[in-house]
């Protein structure tokens, strides 16, 4: 029996195009895995739980983390997603496939 990891890499390969997958699909689980991985520190720092390890005098203001966390989609939406997508011809012409070995 095939292991979970491969079967559901088979379903991607058979419902989504190479394209997709590349593009699209690494976009997303980016974004996924760089924006949730810093939710529990905006939280406890909104908390005031991080307050004692804080090295800096500096606070920072939920206006603040707004702004950084407003120009950080800006910059992933705008650079990031369009060298994804003008880089897929380049991997396809270096051999990459979607199929499993």
């Known amino acids: 029996m095939a292991s979970l990891l491969e079967s559901t890499w088979q ?3 058979t419902h989504f195009s190479d394209f997709q997958l590349a593009c699209v699909g690494s976009f997303i689980l980016h ?3 760089f924006f949730l991985s810093g939710l529990p520190f905006i939280f406890f ?3 005031g739980y991080l307050n004692k390890y804080k090295i800096q005098a500096k606070t920072n203001a939920p206006a603040a983390q707004e702004k950084c966390i407003t120009r950080l989609l ?3 939406f705008c650079v990031n997603l369009p060298v994804m997508l003008l ?3 380049v991997f396809r012409f270096m051999g990459m496939r979607s ?3």
């Open 11 to 13: 379903y991607l390969i």
């Open 31 to 33: 974004e996924s895995v």
């Open 45 to 47: 720092e909104r908390r």
């Open 74 to 76: 800006l910059y992933h």
């Open 87 to 89: 880089s897929y011809p």
């Open 99 to 101: 199929s499993l070995p």
